[in-house]
């Protein structure tokens, strides 16, 4: 492979890599954020029975 159709390449994946790293960083927050309501809400079930 040609050196700049190789640097093309890297450039390339490194770009649309940084919308990946945003997407995954914007999910795992998204996803933190769901477990903790849940957990919350199992709490509140807890009680519930608890009384």
């Known amino acids: 492979m040609k050196p700049t159709i190789a640097l093309l390449l890297c ?3 490194a770009l649309s890599g940084c919308n990946t790293w945003t997407g995954v960083k914007q999910d795992a927050k998204q996803a933190g954020q ?12 807890i009680q519930d029975i608890a009384k």
């Open 11 to 13: 450039s390339l994946l």
């Open 34 to 45: 769901a477990t903790g309501k849940g957990i919350e809400r199992a709490g509140e079930k």
